[in-house]
C-alpha cells in the first residue's frame, strides 16, 4: 500500500504541474497585461522615487544628484517662511474641499434623477449630454472662456454693456476665480463622475423598491431608505480617494487661467511646485515641497480611510 501512494505521488506532481502550465497559458493575455502595467508602474512611479534625495541637496545639473552638495533640512525650512507656500496651500485647502461639498450632493442628485427617469431614450440622450463636457480639456476651455467672458469683447460683456451695465473682468478678479472654477468643474465633470454611482444604483435589487411600493413608499421614501443607503459605501470610497488628491486640485485651471491680477486666488501647491521647478529651476525647493505636499496627502487618505472604516463600517483598504 504504502509502495502504491509513493507511486501515486509523483503522477499527481506531474498532473498538477501540467494543470499549471496550460493554466499560465490560457490565461497568458492577462499575465501580459498584468506585467505591463507593474513595469510601467516601476518605471515612473518607483524608480523616480530615488530623485528625492534631491529634496536634500543644493541639486545643480552639471554635478548630478550624487555630486549635488548635501544640504540636510535646509529647503524644507524655508518652506516655513515662503509666503506664497502659505498663499498656495490655502487656496489648494480652500478650493479642494470646497469642490468636494459641491460635488459629492450635486453628483448624486444628478445620478438619481437620472436613475428616477423612466423614458429610456430620454434617459440615454441626457446621460450622453452630460458625459460630453467631460472630454473637453482645460486648454480648449480656457479660449471657450475668454470668447465669453473677455472683458472687452467677450459674449457676457457685451451683453452686459448693451444692457447698460459696466463689464466685469471676470478672468481678471480674484473674487470670481474660485467661483468660476467651481462651476465649470461642475459642468464638465458631474456627469461622468455620475456614472459609477449609477452603476452601484443599477445593482440594487428591484424587489426592494416593488416592496416599498406595496408598503405605500413615496418615491423620495424608496430614494432615501434604498437608495441613498445603498450607495453610502462608494461615497465613503469616492471621498477618500477626493482626500488622497487634494494635493493636485487646480493644476489644470491654474495653468491656464492664472494671470497677475488673481494669482492670489488661483496659486495653488501643484501649480507652484511646476512655476518654482519648472519655470525657475528651483529643483531641490520644488522637491521638497512635493514631497511634503505628498506625505500629507497620504496621510490624509489614511485618515479619511479609517473614518470611513468606523463610521461606515468599511473603507477602500
Do not use: C
Amino acid at each position: 500500500m504504502a509502495q502504491q501512494i509513493k507511486t501515486l505521488q509523483p503522477a499527481a506532481a506531474r498532473r498538477r504541474k501540467g494543470y499549471g502550465i496550460r493554466r499560465f497559458k490560457k490565461e497568458l493575455p492577462y499575465h501580459f497585461m498584468i506585467w505591463l502595467a507593474m513595469v510601467f508602474a516601476l518605471i515612473f512611479n518607483y524608480i523616480p522615487m530615488g530623485g528625492l534625495m534631491i529634496a536634500f541637496k543644493d541639486y545643480r545639473m552639471r554635478d548630478g544628484i550624487l555630486g549635488s552638495a548635501w544640504v540636510g533640512l535646509k529647503h524644507f525650512q524655508n518652506i516655513l517662511s515662503d509666503f506664497y507656500m502659505g498663499n498656495a496651500v490655502m487656496n489648494t485647502i480652500g478650493l479642494s474641499l470646497l469642490s468636494i461639498l459641491i460635488s459629492v450632493p450635486v453628483t448624486l442628485i444628478f445620478a438619481i434623477l437620472i436613475k428616477e427617469l423612466s423614458n429610456t431614450a430620454l434617459k440615454r440622450t441626457v446621460q450622453t449630454i452630460s458625459y460630453l463636457p467631460h472630454f473637453i480639456s482645460w486648454a480648449i476651455m480656457a479660449v471657450l472662456l475668454d470668447n465669453f467672458l473677455n472683458v472687452n469683447d467677450g459674449i457676457i460683456n457685451i451683453v452686459i454693456k448693451a444692457l447698460g451695465g459696466e463689464p466685469v473682468h471676470f478672468l481678471g478678479s480674484k473674487n470670481l476665480y474660485w467661483p468660476l472654477i467651481l462651476i465649470v468643474d461642475r459642468w464638465k465633470e458631474t456627469g461622468w463622475s455620475a456614472i459609477i454611482y449609477l452603476a452601484v444604483m443599477s445593482g440594487i435589487d428591484e424587489s426592494l423598491y416593488e416592496a416599498a411600493k406595496i408598503d405605500g413608499a413615496g418615491r423620495l421614501a424608496r430614494i432615501r431608505y434604498i437608495t441613498l443607503p445603498s450607495l453610502s459605501n462608494i461615497v465613503a470610497i469616492m471621498l477618500i480617494l477626493d482626500m488622497g488628491s487634494m494635493a493636485g486640485t487646480g493644476f489644470d485651471q491654474a495653468y491656464f487661467l492664472s494671470n497677475p491680477l488673481n494669482f492670489e486666488r488661483s496659486n495653488v501647491l501643484s501649480y507652484y511646485v511646476y512655476e518654482i521647478g519648472l519655470r525657475k529651476g528651483n529643483f531641490s525647493y520644488s522637491t521638497a515641497i512635493g514631497l511634503i505636499t505628498s506625505t500629507v496627502s497620504a496621510a490624509l487618505m489614511l485618515t479619511a480611510n479609517g473614518l470611513a472604516k468606523k463610521i461606515n463600517g468599511s473603507g477602500l483598504f
